[in-house]
């Protein structure tokens, strides 16, 4: 008996543990869901668990992919909904510098095709005329009118010309809204190519790639461009590609998600801008 009892033992210790139940599925739309939804109130109506639902009835995955995170270019390259806004953007000027992160630079691309268009011609047929700096740069700028962009842009040029002018100079020459292309470099289409993206001031700007990197890899960070100008692109819901570890000083593009509440830092657009 004793001979016996000591076998079963040694077979409950040799035997494998148990593995662990698994995890409950989330009940509940992540926080993050709350941003979308109050910044594209005609284009999207619920969040789910597991989706977003557009007003269309179209449902989009907030997870395209299993964890754990890839290094950040495979991110940028397969960005899903959870990772396009997994990064917060810092509003106003209490930001990092240098930048320690990417907010806004991953984007899910059929999110943007679906709300903009999926090519060339069918963003086309959403386009209006912009006048940029009315009486000081007079230059036409075609935006797309999907959430009303074309006039948030307008917007802009007007607070940007009430600007001094040696703040203002540093807009005065924009170089492009709408184009479809790709980024350089990747297979990623660039956000011009949804008319919601604007570059200003190119003689007055900095880019990662055109420093060379330190001993360590890292780009030293340079910019050139005043807040004043900043403050009034991220009021009317443009993000700023400055605020980027990949820096990129001329650049703004509309992501009005990123500037309220959780998915912002710092006093958040309509916290600065009340209604």
Known sequence: MALLFAILLQAQAA????????????????PEAACLLAAYPDQLCEATATHLVWCDGTRMPWRSRPRPLKPLEARLDQA?????????????RAHPVPPRE?????????????????????VSKTLAEVVWLPGIADVKLKVTTVNGVDRKLAAVSAALA??????????????????????????????????????????FSDYWK??????????PYRNRFPYEVVEVFERHGFIW?????????MHFE?????????????ATAAERNPR
């Open 254 to 266: 509309y992501r009005p998600e990123l500037l309220v509440a959780p998915c912002a830092t710092g």
């Open 102 to 122: 990417d907010p806004g630079r991953m984007r899910h691309q059929p999110f943007f095709e679906k709300m903009y268009g999926a090519n060339a011609k069918a």
């Open 210 to 219: 055109w420093v060379r990197p330190d001993a360590d890899g890292r780009y």
């Open 241 to 249: 590609g400055g605020k980027w570890l990949h820096f990129d000083t």
């Open 162 to 203: 009430r600007l001094p002018s040696k703040q203002r100079i540093f807009v005065e020459k924009p170089s492009g809204t709408f184009v479809w292309r790709q980024i350089k470099g990747t297979k990623r289409l660039s956000m011009h190519s949804f008319a919601v993206a604007i570059d200003v001031g190119v003689a």
């Open 15 to 30: 035997a494998p543990a148990p593995s662990p139940a698994p995890s409950a599925p989330p009940s509940t739309p992540p």
């Open 80 to 92: 899903d909904l959870a990772d396009q806004l997994a990064v917060r953007y810092p509003v106003g």
